[in-house]
């Protein structure tokens, strides 16, 4: 399968894309300024931004669902953005699930395997999600620069 330009962000990237006060969010801007190819959300990274959002202490505001939303269907507003629909399965993998040696890495896991099976990268800001994939697997990842 030949490498993909598209690029699924984990909930930590779109947190820093979406936050203004976020630490990272002028490098969540400039990276995806620099991207030219498909960037994704999914239904899982979608629902944990929403989760994120809604809550004052992580957003440093309340907000009403309504208005998170809004935020969110702001991704189609760039034409380069896409939703994936999620059909990954980690009991039928295209990475490599040996990694796993606790439930902290499931879920990082599922959102590169789901990225995989669309012929995407996952995006991040967290070097720490690259020494917990398989090495034979790491170049499916790219680390955001912050």
């Given at each position: 399968m030949p490498e993909s330009s598209g690029l699924l962000f984990?909930?930590?990237a779109l947190v820093a894309l979406t936050l203004t006060t976020h630490q990272h969010h002028q490098a969540a801007h400039r990276f995806l300024a620099q991207h030219n190819g498909p960037w994704a959300t999914s239904p899982m990274t979608e629902s944990a931004l929403c989760r994120?959002?809604?809550n004052p202490v992580v957003a440093g505001v309340q907000r009403s669902f309504g208005e998170v939303v809004v935020i969110v269907k702001g991704f189609a507003q760039d034409p380069r953005w896409v939703?994936?629909?999620d059909d990954s399965r980690l009991s039928d993998p295209s990475v490599d699930p040996r990694v796993i040696m606790g439930h902290s890495q499931v879920t990082d896991l599922h959102l590169l395997?789901?990225?995989v099976r669309h012929n995407?990268?996952?995006a991040t800001f967290d070097g720490k999600l690259l020494?917990?994939?398989a090495p034979a697997d790491r170049h499916r990842m790219v680390l955001i620069p912050s």
């Open positions: 984990d909930v930590n994120l959002l809604l939703f994936l629909a395997n789901l990225a995407m990268r996952l020494s917990g994939v």
